[in-house]
Every structure is written in structure tokens, then in C-alpha cells.
């Protein structure tokens, strides 16, 4: 079917379902296969047949539930405000619910049986090989898999476990009032934390210290409470860890990762092993923002900041396709593919989700979301979602949909790796001094804040979980001072640690769930390390990097970013990120010198 011009960029959801009777259909059908599946409760391990007969149910049903719940939750994210679509959604939420119920025996059925016995059956079943993977992976974690009387009794508890990030988001979200402060335009705003960042890049520094200073009051005078909260959050972990019979909350979330306690200490050796290119580039910030006294609110400033340009989408399609050339003519096809047939819902539009994601459908294609604005900035989000589709596309099409799902370890690589390629891209492009400046700082602001500041996120949370492993007791000034002391560590000496930065890990959310940013970190790091030698053109990189992707999650997470040459538990892995960094830092000091010059 051809699409009309004010269609082409919009999805088109008859890639999913032709109507919205067929998706109706599908959903009877998946409720009658659930019956059929259920009828192996008590029975899944009686025998090698049943255990192959209901896996392949399981995945034939998860094929139907991913292309179902998909057009359920695209439709609502089209048109938040339509009656129609928040239908279509409450039908595929209460499906999950049904759906998560229906197989909930197959882990523990598996974790009861006598695990000998379960081994014999992936011999003696060839085409259990299928599900070798996911079979033995629950067996791998039997030892942190209660008695089914103590499961119950967690499971009863999970809401309670959930409430001190639920309290935070309602006392942050719903019942902080910031005040206002004085704008450029001297009128009176009122400060919300969706402005804050905003606020804090102003070039107008007074905006940006009332904001700060705002900001920091509302939460220092709530520190003792969210301190508790915090703090009950921390000790749910460190108990259920314990109960599950880890050896610690850090152990718990890197086996949950797929990732390793090695790789963590290696990670955080790593950053601190560069903490001098970090204070170097703080020091260049305020060199180039020509400040004496450089304080926590100018860190957020882009010193080459100027009215953007615009673009259309079109314009950055041809941007994406020529940066991301680099990976091959098979790669750049795929992607043309993804312009050219809807994957893409590109423009705001009313009631329209806000943000970006990618969102594979196995056997079908993946879907982006964004708000293209006609800003360079959106063209890089274009490119970072590709990165996660390309991933999707790719791991589907090689693996069942239970080996397609790729862990959390390896989820922001690919993105990330699209997005350093077509930074380098533009800079490599730029004529316009001034212009490559300002693109050559924004590449190094986002390793700032994502190896960095994440990797002192990862340190901060460490530190308070030991304490509190060790039964110590910790209060806000204890928290404060700890939080205090890593900005020092991270940011040295050429700027000013503002007393109120040490509020600020009171409004992370991020810290209710436990070690989930050090995530960022080594997402960043092998991104770097991939793409560098994409970069380098290392002969036969590319195809050995698209293969990763393919593999899903068939190998462990750290085992597939070895296949490209990253070993996130050896040290030198880090190493090249330093070294990126510090080259970018040298080579926006050179064409700052030029540009001062030129003036």
C-alpha cells in the first residue's frame, strides 16, 4: 500500500492487526491457549514430552501476548486522551496479569524438581535444546529460590516492599512546591523539577544559582524523611538478599544483571583510575565559561551554546543513513527500511507519549516513538533508538522470541554505539569552528554524566548498602557528608563544592532501584570500546559486532561483549575510555585556542 505524505510519518499499526476485531480475536485465542498451558501445572516435570509440549505452547502464546500487548500500548501512547486507546491498553494489561498467573508454575516447578533429573531430560529430548538456555538458567539460580511457603510469603509482601519508592514518588512528585524564582525576562516563574534542568543550563547564572539554591531548600528540609525512606529502602534489599541467600545486595544485583561482583569493583576502579582527565575537563569548563569562581550550578552551561538550527526530518534521515554507513551496506539498508515503511511515529501530536523509546514485536519489526521538533538535537535520538531497533531486528530474526530478549548488561550498547558514531559524524563535518566546539562538548558531557557522575551514583549507593550490611547506623548528616565527600572526590579542586550539592542524592529516584546505574557506566564504556574501533575501520569489526547482536541472550552478558574485544572485568577496558576522553578534551582545548584566536 503506498502511504500518503501525511501518513509517512506516522506508524502504521495493520503491520500488528488489520482491526481492531482481529486484535480481539487474538486475545480469545491467547486466553484459550493459557487453559491449555495451565493444564501442565503439577505435571511440566513428569516427563522430558511434557516439559518440551508446554515450553513450546509458552512460546507460541509469548508470540501472540508481544504483537497483542504491543498494539495495545501503541495505540494508547498515540493519544493518551482517547477513550479508545486507554481501552485497548486496560485489555492488554489485564491479559498480562492473566498471562503472568497462567505460566507462574513453570520457575518454580522447574527449581523443585530434582535437578539430576531435568539435565536428563535436555539429553534425552533433542528438541528441548530449544530452551536449554532458559532451563538451565533457573536451575542455575535454585539456590536462591525459597521454599514455595516462603516464596508465597514474600510475594504477599512485594507491595509492602515497593512502598518506600512509591512514598518518595508521591512526597517528590505530588507534594514538593518549589517557590519560584526570577527567569531572564525578570518575570516570576514558578520552579518544578521538570524545569530544573532547564533553569540550570540558562546562561543567565543567576537564574541558574536560584534554582539550585530553590531546589536544595525543599529537599534539606525534608532530608530526615526521605533519609528514612531511603534508608528502609536500602534495608529491604539487604534483607531479602540475605533471606535468598546471597552474600550480599551487590551480589543479588549482579547475578539479577547477568553481570558479575568483578565487574562492578573493575568499573569503579576504572573511574577512579581516570578522575584526573574528569577534574581536567572541570577545569576546562571553567576556563571556557571564563569564570574565577566555578560553582555546581554553572557544571550544566554549554559554553558554545547558540540558537540551534533547524532541520527537517528528512534532512536528518540522510544524516543518520551517511554517519551510520560506517556499519555496512546490510545495516544501512535495514535502516532505510525503517524510514521508508513506518517504523518511525516521528512528530508531536496531542496527548502524544512524551519521550523516546524503540520497541521490538518479534516477527514483525520494532517501532520507534519521539517527538521530532525539527532540532540536531532529535537527529541523535533518531540514531540512538535505530541503535536499539537494529538490536532488536537483529537478535529476532537469528533467536526465538525467549532468546531475542537481550539483557539489561548489554541493552544500551548498541544505542549508544549509533550515537558516538554519529557525533563523531558530525563533528568530523563540521566546518564552522565554533559549531564543532559545541559538538565536541556535548559528546563530552555525555560521558561526563554517564561514566562519571552515574559511576559516583554506583559509589554513593555501595557505601550506604555495606553500612547498613554491617548493622550501622546511619542518619541524614551520615548520608550528606558521604554524598558531600564523593563530589569532592569526583569533580577536584576547580570548583567550588556548593554546601547544598549535598542534598542532592535525596532526589535520585534512581536509588530505589538498587545498583541499577552502574549499568549506565559499562554501557558507556563498551560503547566507546566498540565504536572506536568501528572508527578505526579494524578490519572484519563491523560483522563481527552485528553477529553479537544477533546472538540475543543465548551467551552471558559478559561473555558476548568479549566477542568485541570487551572484558568489562579487565582493567584496560577503561583504559580506552580514558584515553577517548582525554583526546576529546585536548582537541576542544585546541579549537577553543582557535577560535579565541580568530577574535
Known amino acids: 500500500m503506498e502511504v500518503l505524505e501525511n501518513e509517512k510519518y506516522n506508524w502504521k499499526l495493520t503491520d500488528l492487526f488489520n482491526t481492531v476485531d482481529d486484535f480481539m480475536k487474538e486475545i480469545d485465542t491467547i486466553k484459550e491457549l493459557l487453559k491449555k498451558l495451565e493444564e501442565y501445572k503439577t505435571k511440566l516435570c513428569d516427563n522430558a514430552e511434557n516439559l518440551y509440549n508446554a515450553y513450546n505452547l509458552y512460546e507460541n502464546i509469548l508470540i501472540k501476548f508481544d504483537r497483542v500487548y504491543s498494539y495495545g500500548m501503541f495505540n494508547y501512547h498515540l493519544n493518551m486522551a482517547s477513550q479508545n486507546g486507554i481501552k485497548l491498553f486496560k485489555e492488554v494489561e489485564s491479559l498480562y496479569t492473566e498471562f503472568m498467573t497462567a505460566s507462574s508454575f513453570i520457575v518454580p516447578e522447574i527449581s523443585y524438581a530434582d535437578e539430576e533429573v531435568i539435565r536428563n531430560y535436555l539429553v534425552q529430548n533433542p528438541n528441548l535444546k530449544r530452551y536449554k538456555r532458559e532451563i538451565e538458567e533457573i536451575l542455575d539460580q535454585k539456590k536462591h529460590v525459597l521454599s514455595k511457603e516462603q516464596e508465597q510469603l514474600l510475594a504477599n509482601y512485594s507491595e509492602v516492599f515497593s512502598g518506600p519508592e512509591n512514598i518518595f514518588d508521591m512526597l517528590t512528585n505530588a507534594e514538593f512546591k518549589f517557590g519560584t524564582i526570577i527567569d531572564e525576562n525578570g518575570k516570576e516563574v514558578e520552579l518544578t523539577d521538570a524545569k530544573y534542568t532547564k533553569y540550570m543550563s540558562s546562561s543567565n547564572r543567576n537564574v541558574r544559582k536560584q534554582a539550585f539554591e530553590k531546589m536544595y531548600e525543599k529537599y534539606s528540609s525534608f532530608i530526615n524523611t526521605i533519609t528514612e525512606i531511603y534508608l528502609t529502602n536500602v534495608k529491604t534489599d539487604t534483607i531479602t538478599s540475605k533471606l535468598r541467600n546471597y552474600k550480599s545486595s551487590l551480589e543479588k544485583a549482579v547475578i539479577n544483571d547477568d553481570s558479575s561482583i568483578l565487574a562492578y569493583e573493575t568499573l569503579m576502579k576504572g573511574v577512579e583510575n581516570s578522575l584526573d582527565?574528569?577534574?581536567?575537563?572541570?577545569?576546562?569548563?571553567?576556563?571556557?565559561?571564563?569564570?574565577?569562581?566555578?560553582?555546581?550550578?554553572?557544571?550544566?552551561?554549554?559554553?558554545?551554546?547558540?540558537?540551534?538550527?533547524?532541520?527537517?526530518?528528512?534532512?536528518?534521515?540522510?544524516?543518520?543513513?551517511?554517519?551510520?554507513?560506517?556499519?555496512?551496506?546490510?545495516?544501512?539498508?535495514?535502516?532505510?527500511?525503517?524510514?521508508?515503511?513506518?517504523?518511525?511515529?516521528?512528530?508531536?501530536?496531542?496527548?502524544?507519549?512524551?519521550?523516546?523509546?524503540?520497541?521490538?514485536?518479534?516477527?514483525?519489526?520494532?517501532?520507534?516513538?519521539?517527538?521530532?521538533?525539527?532540532?540536531?538535537?532529535?537527529?541523535?535520538?533518531?540514531?540512538?533508538?535505530?541503535?536499539?531497533?537494529?538490536?532488536?531486528?537483529?537478535?529476532?530474526?537469528?533467536?526465538?522470541?525467549?532468546?531475542?530478549?537481550?539483557?539489561?548488561?548489554?541493552?544500551?550498547?548498541?544505542?549508544?554505539?549509533?550515537?558516538?558514531?554519529?557525533?563523531?559524524?558530525?563533528?568530523?563535518?563540521?566546518?564552522?569552528?565554533?559549531?564543532?566546539?559545541?559538538?565536541?562538548?556535548?559528546?563530552?558531557?555525555?560521558?561526563?554524566?554517564?561514566?562519571?557522575?552515574?559511576?559516583?551514583?554506583?559509589?554513593?549507593?555501595?557505601?550506604?548498602?555495606?553500612?547498613?550490611?554491617?548493622?550501622?547506623?546511619?542518619?541524614?548528616?551520615?548520608?550528606?557528608?558521604?554524598?558531600?565527600?564523593?563530589?569532592?572526590?569526583?569533580?577536584?579542586?576547580?570548583?567550588?563544592?556548593?554546601?547544598?550539592?549535598?542534598?542532592?542524592?535525596?532526589?535520585?529516584?534512581?536509588?530505589?532501584?538498587?545498583?541499577?546505574?552502574?549499568?549506565?557506566?559499562?554501557?558507556?564504556?563498551?560503547?566507546?570500546?566498540?565504536?572506536?574501533?568501528?572508527?578505526?575501520?579494524?578490519?572484519?569489526?563491523?560483522?563481527?559486532?552485528?553477529?553479537?547482536?544477533?546472538?540475543?541472550?543465548?551467551?552471558?552478558?559478559?561473555?558476548?561483549?568479549?566477542?568485541?574485544?570487551?572484558?568489562?572485568?579487565?582493567?584496560?577496558?577503561?583504559?580506552?575510555?580514558?584515553?577517548?576522553?582525554?583526546?576529546?578534551?585536548?582537541?576542544?582545548?585546541?579549537?577553543?585556542?582557535?577560535?579565541?584566536?580568530?577574535?
Open 277 to 599: 582527565i574528569n577534574h581536567k575537563f572541570i577545569s576546562l569548563k571553567k576556563e571556557l565559561l571564563n569564570l574565577e569562581d566555578f560553582h555546581m550550578y554553572d557544571l550544566y552551561v554549554n559554553p558554545f551554546s547558540e540558537d540551534d538550527e533547524e532541520i527537517t526530518f528528512e534532512e536528518g534521515k540522510e544524516q543518520v543513513l551517511q554517519a551510520l554507513s560506517i556499519l555496512g551496506e546490510e545495516y544501512t539498508n535495514k535502516l532505510k527500511e525503517a524510514f521508508d515503511n513506518n517504523w518511525i511515529d516521528a512528530y508531536e501530536k496531542e496527548n502524544k507519549k512524551g519521550g523516546a523509546y524503540s520497541s521490538g514485536v518479534y516477527g514483525v519489526h520494532p517501532f520507534v516513538l519521539m517527538s521530532f521538533t525539527n532540532n540536531k538535537r532529535d537527529v541523535s535520538t533518531i540514531a540512538h533508538e535505530l541503535g536499539h531497533s537494529m538490536h532488536s531486528y537483529y537478535s529476532s530474526t537469528e533467536q526465538n522470541i525467549i532468546d531475542s530478549n537481550y539483557t539489561i548488561m548489554v541493552a544500551e550498547v548498541a544505542s549508544t554505539v549509533n550515537e558516538i558514531l554519529f557525533s563523531e559524524f558530525q563533528i568530523k563535518n563540521e566546518k564552522n569552528m565554533k559549531k564543532k566546539a559545541k559538538l565536541i562538548y556535548e559528546l563530552l558531557e555525555m560521558i561526563r554524566a554517564t561514566f562519571f557522575r552515574q559511576s559516583m551514583f554506583a559509589e554513593f549507593e555501595k557505601e550506604i548498602h555495606s553500612k547498613i550490611e554491617n548493622n550501622e547506623m546511619l542518619s541524614s548528616e551520615n548520608c550528606n557528608e558521604i554524598y558531600y565527600e564523593l563530589n569532592k572526590k569526583y569533580f577536584g579542586h576547580n570548583i567550588i563544592i556548593d554546601e547544598e550539592i549535598k542534598y542532592e542524592w535525596a532526589r535520585i529516584p534512581h536509588f530505589y532501584s538498587n545498583f541499577y546505574v552502574y549499568k549506565y557506566a559499562t554501557g558507556i564504556t563498551a560503547a566507546i570500546c566498540i565504536a572506536t574501533k568501528i572508527l578505526n575501520n579494524e578490519k572484519g569489526f563491523v560483522e563481527r559486532y552485528i553477529n553479537m547482536l544477533k546472538l540475543g541472550c543465548t551467551k552471558k552478558s559478559l561473555e558476548l561483549l568479549k566477542l568485541v574485544d570487551v572484558d568489562l572485568e579487565d582493567i584496560k577496558t577503561y583504559e580506552v575510555v580514558k584515553n577517548y576522553y582525554n583526546d576529546k578534551i585536548v582537541q576542544l582545548k585546541n579549537i577553543y585556542e582557535e577560535v579565541k584566536n580568530e577574535k
